[in-house]
């Protein structure tokens, strides 16, 4: 099976424009996961999407927002962006379940390193 | 909600040695606790992983342990290999809920030294 895709893999913005992020899970995974990672903050849960619903939200603001179609891919957005959204932004795809055999095991993709001057 | 303590930050070992990493977790509904492993400039991968009706889980050289009553689980690696050296991440997960999330360890730099 193909893994994880995401694209870009490499972006420049300045302060205050905005960027949309894409996550391509693997095959058949519904739940897709984004984190943002820096040095100093380490990997720090973002949202998860799963059936096109979100799920749960991490501590960030209202500026970061994503969404998740009909076949699992996924986008983030980010508005008007600061300087301390330079980051790596992961997203990860999982065969999601609930109940007895419930299992989330998530695979990351190669991550969008994103730079705003 | 949760937070995930680990230690060392940095460790170096000696080709052949064992190496230990230690995480605790704060919120006692965690019960899923997976290790990645993140070489410089690449994915994390992950390379075990323990569900909390379980208290080891060992694969070749890697083994993970956790212990429930105090929330804390470790990994252990054994003949260390140059290839070893990455950053490892340790995290948890509560499964039971419709809300989920891994929360991350900060990471331990591992380095073998040949």
């Known amino acids: 099976k193909a893994g994880v895709t995401q694209t870009p893999r490499y972006l420049i913005k300045t302060r205050g424009q905005q960027v949309t992020l894409s996550c391509s899970p693997i095959?058949?995974?519904?739940?897709v996961s984004w984190y943002q990672q820096t040095p100093g903050q380490g990997l720090q849960f973002l949202f998860e999407y799963f059936s096109e619903t979100q799920r749960n939200k991490g501590n960030f603001p209202g500026r970061f927002s994503g969404r998740q179609f009909s076949n699992s891919r996924s986008e983030m957005n980010v508005s008007t962006l600061e300087l301390g959204d330079s980051a790596l932004y992961l997203c990860a795809s999982s065969f999601r379940t609930s109940g007895r055999l419930q299992t989330d095991t998530q695979y990351f993709g190669p991550g969008t390193r994103l730079t705003v001057l | 909600g949760e937070n995930v303590e680990q230690h060392p930050s940095t460790l170096s070992v000696q080709e052949g040695d064992s190496a230990v990493i230690k995480c605790t977790y704060s919120d006692s509904a965690s019960n899923y606790f997976p290790w990645y492993k993140q070489e410089l400039g690449k994915r994390p991968q992950l390379i075990i992983d323990i569900r909390s009706n379980v208290g080891e889980k060992k694969d070749q050289r890697i083994a993970v342990t956790l212990n429930k009553t105090a929330k804390h689980f470790s990994l252990h690696i054994t003949e260390t290999q140059p290839e070893d050296s990455a950053v490892y991440f340790c995290a948890s997960n509560d499964l039971s809920g419709s809300a989920r999330q891994l929360t991350f360890g900060s990471g331990t730099q591992l380095t073998v030294l040949p």
């Open positions: 095959s058949g995974h519904r739940s």
